[in-house]
């Protein structure tokens, strides 16, 4: 089975501190993903990852960075926390295939983050 | 009309009952469709995914593709009072030079004893 494993369930941070967020798979997959899910909003794309050192913009990056040095780790950066950024956070990979999009993700157990 | 629809619910049906969760899309090239579980507090679970027209079973679960009349649907057979949490439908949209998946918000399904 695919495990993704993401660094911590619950976290709280202040504003204006820089947070790290951190993801393990161990299925050798390319893909990497993080997402943040808010109520009435769904699960949005922030980051994705195709590759080491690669990655592409998701829907809502603004206020995120990334960071993919090895396979199977990939981190989210908040570069200054903001109170606006309390959500879920939702790490996820897949095999790579006919794009990112026909491929099916497995999701860690996601980190809530509270920002004070 | 969204990209991706799905009833918020939430669906009640008794325990034993067939559950019939639908989601339309609006992209006629969409090629892949993904069903997944989420219970309250949890992360989303992959259940099915289908890719050609027609059904697809696994277990109690049955993914029907229907590519003329866009939608996609989820039946839960037998359904078991474990089964109530929020199923997410996702499907891959044309978006300029590439695909990329877009999720519905959700249907809420209530599994009663």
């Known amino acids: 089975d695919v495990k993704v494993t993401q660094s911590s369930r619950y976290l709280v941070k202040r504003t204006g501190e820089k947070v790290f967020l951190e993801c393990v798979q161990d299925?050798?997959?390319?893909?990497m993903f993080w997402y943040r899910q808010d109520p009435g909003l769904g699960l949005r794309l922030i980051y994705f990852?195709?590759?080491?050192?690669?990655?592409e913009k998701g829907d809502i990056p603004e206020g995120y960075s990334v960071s993919r040095e090895k396979k199977e780790r990939f981190s989210l950066i908040l570069e200054s926390a903001s109170t606006n950024q309390t959500s879920m956070y939702l790490c996820?990979?897949?095999?790579?295939?006919?794009?990112?999009?026909?491929?099916?993700?497995?999701f860690g157990d996601g980190t809530r983050l509270s920002i004070l | 009309q969204k990209e991706v629809e799905q009833n918020s619910g939430p669906l009640s049906v008794p325990e034993g009952a067939i559950a019939s969760l639908n989601c339309t899309y609006s992209d006629r090239g969409s090629q892949s469709f993904f069903w997944y579980r989420q219970y309250s507090g949890k992360s989303p679970e992959l259940i099915m995914f289908?890719?050609s027209n027609g059904d697809k079973e696994d277990g109690r679960f049955t993914a029907q593709l229907n590519k003329a009349s866009q939608y996609v649907s989820l039946l839960i057979r037998d359904s078991q009072p474990s089964d109530s949490a929020t199923y997410l439908c996702?499907?891959?949209?044309?978006?300029?030079?590439?695909?990329?998946?877009?999720w519905g918000l959700g249907t809420s399904l209530a599994v009663n004893p």
């Open positions: 990852s195709y590759d080491v050192k690669m990655k």
């Open positions: 289908i890719y």
């Open positions: 996702a499907v891959n949209i044309n978006a300029g030079n590439n695909r990329k998946l877009i």
């Open positions: 299925m050798d997959h390319e893909n």
């Open positions: 996820a990979s897949s095999k790579m295939g006919g794009g990112y999009s026909n491929q099916p993700q497995h």
